[in-house]
């Protein structure tokens, strides 16, 4: 160990070039690093105003899905170059050049110095976290820091209102539009249901019953008109059969034509009302009867009581007749809409079952216009979920990074540290023993006493030479360190200003302040 020290005291101005270097280039990385001050502000998430029992929102979107949804409208590229050119983000900051971006660096380089994250909004031991948002930006300037990080806590609050009054806007459209459209299509069913009930007004469900009662009723009557037009032929072929020796003889044609209308008549009668032969039968016998009148008429005498009553009766039975034929048509016309009623019934029930589906969607539509109604005035007067500013940014007192004591610590004990290596390399690399330790150690011999090494002029010079040479190559790389600071980060006029500056103010710990009112250029 007493080697060592005595090594370390030798060699201590090795030591202390890399400790000044240490502390030069530390130095240096203070002045050429800008200061970064990051400015924050906080905002909440707030729940809906009015209870969701009395009156509910229609923007049912959740507090965290609906920041990322603002967060990447906010971080638009037209968003981040519009707020770029009217803050004047890339403006000089005192004497410190300002490096030609393109839009799409700046864009990049915005957001990734905005900061916008959520916490909370998770069921914590069954309770509702409340979703707090942090808004962070970095400048080189604490008013620019704080003035970019309200700017989008505005660009936030903004869009939030928004999305939400939009949402809620787009909504209540939709079911205005809905109820529109099934109100026409309300009315184009009900003129359809009229329309079909006009065209099959004797053939619908609602008068089936009466319809078959007037069926019976007309099926009475029939009968009973059959009865009396049998009573009647009776009658009148009584009344020949009495009074035949009175009547002049018929003749043969006469005869024939009383027995072919005997013969329709007694068909007629035994077929049914609604027999499609039967309106042939009538014809022929309105034919046979007629043909019959005209050969009474040339055969007959002079008219007496007889002849009258014979008249009256073949009157009576031809009204009789005609008044049978009204009713087996009426008959058949009830009977063909009577069977006719149970299509009438389905398609008329398929219609008013349209109808009821269309109403029962009218009427749901018509509940959800008025919910819709209540969101939209509930986010038009913001009684709805919410964000709200808790502590706006303010321009924070010291930068964020780099830190002064750490980079001047950090370059010092580096130095040092590089200096004690440099020594203890050195020294490790010449081969042999180096102390009187070593050779007790290695040969086990005591020395008596120790003579230090003496240099000839030779070896004096030649280590001069060295030194020289390191010290060359040391400041050789600092000329083109400097150069290079020079051409690319700053005019060494100015640093070499700035660190005097900061070796004055050195005590103090503080940094210097943006100077006020500088010339601003937005570089795009």
Known sequence: MQYYVSLFLRRLHIVIGFLALGALISILLIRILPPVYMADALLVVESEQIPDDLASSTVRTQPTEQMQIIRQRVLTRETILEMVNRLQVYAPVGDRPVKAMTADEVVDNMRNRISIQTTGGTVQRGAQEATLV????????????????????????????????????????????EVTRLEQDLVARRAEIVKFKETHREALPDTLTFRQEQVVTLETERLTLAREISDLNAERDRLRRVHGAQTTTLSGTEEALRATLEALRAELESLPADDPKAPELRTEIAVTEARLSTEDSGNRQPRNAFDLRLTDLDERLSSLEGRRADLDALIKKLRDTIEATPLNGIALETLQHDYDNVRAQFDMTMAKKAEAETGDMIEALSKGQRITVIEPAVPPQDPQRPSRMLLAAGGTFGGLMLGIGAVLGLDLLKPGIRSAADLTARLGIAPLSVIPILQSRQQRRKRVLLITLALSFVAGLLLAGMIFVHRNYLPLDILFRGVFDMLRNLVTLDWPAAPAGSSATTVV
């Open 134 to 177: 942090r808004v962070s930006f970095e400048a080189n300037s604490p008013e620019l820091a704080a003035s970019v990080t309200n700017e989008v806590v505005t660009l936030i609050l903004k869009e939030d209102v928004e999305m939400r009054t939009r949402v809620a806007r787009d909504t209540l459209q939709f079911f205005q539009s």
